[in-house]
């Protein structure tokens, strides 16, 4: 054991933790002064519900003794043998250590997908939903890409932080739910104003800020391979923030301050899966073409296909993380990660390219029928769309009872 690798870790998985508060504020902010409380309650719900369930059963059953390749078993129920010892994932830090950085992202996926029904599905329904889908989706999709004997590691595929299990898996899914949903009342007639700019930069800064732990730290030592991914993930997120930057010139004549945040964010999902396994000069360009990409789908999810995906968690989350999951199959080295079996495409291998469409494949048809899943349990007991009443006057005051803005008297 190591005692740097240590505390190295722990302050990783704190940075990990950083990033649902910030992404409350990021998702806060976009959304209309009625909806600011749901929208951040969401956020902050999920992060006692996590840990809760992570503890009991879920850190078990994601990392636990394989079964099919597809999912663990209840051998580490309530954190039952994992201990100050090191554990089976790493040698130099304590299990627990471990099972705490992995509660982190736990904790952050399923945020991801409360972006896109914003204003109008039930809290309960949503709470309920975010249970679910942690058993049914991120769970096995866990237990497949990082766990012992999981199916898409053995395949060769690989997911140095997260583009399947956390990226693409929630982006899917938040598409899955806004579809069932529909879409918001005047959606193509009234103007969903952001409401608090400054809310959305912070909350895009406490995400930059985090994402060095959750890349960083996926190396699980304090060496050359956090700071490989520590530098890819700089790059590409300063890269797409420019590249969006450009974007918003060119088309409507100046930036936004917006719109770089978005793309910082999108540079950051990206890298995630690559973040130590590409050289650093291809990161700037995933982070050149993740803006475009994104923006792109983003345009034709809303305004061709006419889906309500409130803030784009499926434009920014899930095309983002599979832009990132084919990038890693492009620009991956064994040389910077023998965790990979083969070079990229660009270097002359298929093997690594062709095993990451197929772990993407994967993903998307777990998120699909998992989510699916889950909708249909949960209509069993309650509708998941409000009232039209209660999207006019607003979810704070109908779901919670509380005013962002208590002097406010004005229209929204």
């Known amino acids: 054991m190591d005692t740097g690798n240590t ?54 059953l994601a990392f636990g003794s394989d079964h099919g390749g597809v999912i663990g078993d209840f051998g580490w129920l309530a954190f039952s043998g994992v201990g100050w010892d090191a554990g089976p994932y790493s040698d130099t830090i304590p299990h627990l250590v471990y099972a705490g950085f992995q509660m982190m992202f736990a904790m952050i996926t399923p945020a991801l997908i409360t972006g896109a029904v914003v204003g109008r599905m039930k809290f309960k329904a949503l709470f309920a939903f975010i249970a679910l889908w942690s058993v049914i989706v991120y769970y096995p999709m866990a237990h497949m890409v990082w766990g012992q004997g999981g199916f898409l590691a053995a395949l ?16 899917v899914s ?5 579809i069932y949903l529909g879409r918001r009342k005047g959606y193509e007639k009234t103007s969903y104003r952001i409401h608090n700019i400054p809310f959305v930069v912070l909350g895009a800064s406490l995400l930059w800020f985090g994402w060095y732990g ?14 490989h991914a520590f530098m890819t993930t700089s790059v590409s997120a300063a890269t797409a923030l420019l590249s969006w930057m450009l974007i918003d010139t060119a088309k409507e004549g100046k930036p936004t301050l917006v719109g770089a945040c978005t793309g910082l964010v999108v540079g ?26 994104c923006y792109c789908m983003i345009n034709l999810i809303k305004h061709r296909l006419k889906i309500d995906d409130s803030l784009d968690a499926f434009g920014c989350h899930g095309i983002g993380g599979i832009w990132g999951g084919i990038a890693t199959g492009l620009f991956g080295q064994s ?7 083969w070079d990229g495409l660009v270097f ?34 309650t509708r998941l769309r409000v009232d039209e009443k209660d999207v006019m006057i607003g979810l704070d005051v109908t779901q919670h009872g509380e005013n962002a803005y208590p002097s406010f008297n004005g229209f929204d």
């Open 174 to 178: 938040a598409l899955v739910l806004a």
């Open 335 to 341: 040389s910077i990660n023998s965790v990979a079996q």
């Open 348 to 381: 002359g291998e298929t093997g690594l390219f062709v095993a990451q469409v197929i772990s993407i494949l994967v993903t998307i048809a777990v998120a699909v029928v998992g989510s699916l899943i889950c909708i249909g349990v949960i209509r069993i007991f």
């Open 214 to 227: 959750f890349n960083a730290g996926s190396a699980l030592a304090a060496d050359g391979l956090a700071a």
């Open 7 to 60: 505390g190295f870790m722990m302050i990783c998985a704190a940075l990990v933790f950083i990033m649902t508060p910030g992404l409350a504020f990021f998702y806060g902010g976009l959304v209309r002064r009625k909806n600011v409380v749901n929208t951040m309650m969401a956020c902050v719900a999920i992060m006692g519900l996590s840990v809760f369930m992570w503890v009991l059963f879920g850190y078990s």
């Open 156 to 171: 060769g595929s690989v997911d140095f932080a997260g583009g399947n299990v956390v990226h693409i898996s929630s982006g």
């Open 268 to 293: 950051l999902v990206a890298i995630t899966p690559g973040a130590g396994f590409v050289p650093v000069w291809s990161a700037f360009i995933i982070g050149a073409l993740v803006s475009p990409i």
